[in-house]
């Protein structure tokens, strides 16, 4: 059963989002900063030597800032490994491990990969907030690790001054059937499988403490079912969308795989509340961030700053972005041949 109040103690409830500057992947470090700290890690020069003269296994890694890494097995599998954290997102404590947990198992099925095990990465200021609120976090994230079939084996935590929580996750994935947000082609449709607006309604229940119940429940969906209707449908390039909003993880999929994406406004989903909310003024840093990184790659067409605000919203735990038609999800454009500048139109 979903809960959507405050946390509580014996004492009084707990407002867990104001004990954090950001919340969610909100939180992320601004994509052209992280894009600049990683610069000089090079890929390997060359195939074969990513493992030290082994076999090229390393099938995904930092190149395009991919969802989640991939090592090619020796027995025609894979393996898919990932890490993701942030500070709280919601007030209760229960929801906010659910939604993390559903947000870093996210990265496995984005690569269209199977979670196997996941490890809790837990920062507690313990001398401000009580152990038994981190139990409540735990028993969130282990719902849903259980609801997708994933082991729970332990993790780490230390002493932080920020609560922080999320997993790392290993998965498995057949290396002939991957999800890469390099592989996408001209002519090709683009799904999104869940609606946008959970970084306007969370900034709101932050500065407000008005609760979303629809944005909880959207952000601790698996993208497991997503996932599998890819694949069934052939898709072979996908991402996920979260911090950097989906213009940002757009132009990502769209320069990796040497394209120009073309975004349809009025075809994509937003949660009730979100626009209204926008208006209001409850838009996050992240989300300014991210459209200033975008914007010079962006052709804006008549969208105006509320629907460019929208589109750039810091999601957390968002859905599955997929060059394919999926069915049951609304088709929010298509993949065209490259114009030069620009990855990302709107229409």
């Known amino acids: ?13 707990v407002r867990l989002t104001a004990y954090a500057r950001g919340g969610g992947c909100a939180c992320k470090i601004p994509p052209g900063e992280l894009e600049a700290m990683v610069a000089g890690l090079l890929p390997p020069p060359s195939p074969g030597q990513a493992l030290g003269g082994d ?6 890694g930092l190149d395009d800032g991919d969802d989640a890494a991939v090592v090619r ?16 997102v919601v007030d209760d404590a229960r929801d906010w491990g659910r939604i993390a947990a559903a947000n870093a198992l996210s990265d496995v099925y984005a690569m269209g990969g199977r979670p196997l095990v996941g490890l809790n990465l837990l920062g507690w200021p313990r001398d ?9 976090v735990l028993a969130g994230a282990l719902d849903i690790a259980r609801a997708a079939g994933c082991l729970v084996g332990g993790g780490h935590s230390i002493d932080s001054p920020e609560p922080l929580y999320g997993m790392a996750v290993t ?10 947000n390099d592989a996408g082609r001209p002519g090709v449709p683009l799904t999104l499988t869940k609606p946008l607006g959970t970084g306007i309604l969370n900034n709101r229940h932050k500065r407000t403490g008005e609760v979303f119940a629809h944005a909880v429940a959207v952000m601790a969906a698996l993208n497991d079912k997503a996932s599998a209707a890819a694949l069934e449908a052939g898709a072979v390039c996908a991402t996920d969308v979260t911090g950097f909003g989906l ?14 994406a073309v975004v349809d406004a009025a075809a994509v989903p937003v949660l009730d509340g979100a626009r209204e909310s926008l208006r209001a003024g409850y838009v996050s840093g ?32 968002g859905g599955l972005l997929v060059a394919g038609e999926i069915p049951g999800h609304p088709v929010i454009g298509e993949l065209v041949p490259a114009v030069a500048g620009t990855t990302l139109v709107i229409r």
């Open 128 to 136: 401000v907030l009580p152990a038994e609120l981190a139990g409540e």
């Open 171 to 180: 998965g498995l994935v057949d290396p002939d059937r991957l999800l890469r």
């Open 73 to 88: 097995t020796g027995d025609g599998t894979a393996v898919v490994s990932t890490a993701d954290f942030f500070t709280p």
């Open 1 to 13: 059963m979903t809960t959507v109040g405050p946390a509580t103690t014996s004492a009084a409830p």
């Open 55 to 60: 076999e090229d296994r390393l099938l995904v």
């Open 247 to 260: 213009l940002g993880h757009l132009h990502k999929l769209a320069r990796a795989s040497g394209v120009t």
């Open 286 to 317: 992240g989300t300014r961030r991210n459209l200033d990184w975008v914007r010079p790659h962006l052709d804006e067409g008549r969208a105006g700053e509320e629907q460019l605000h929208l589109l750039a919203d810091a999601q957390t735990s």
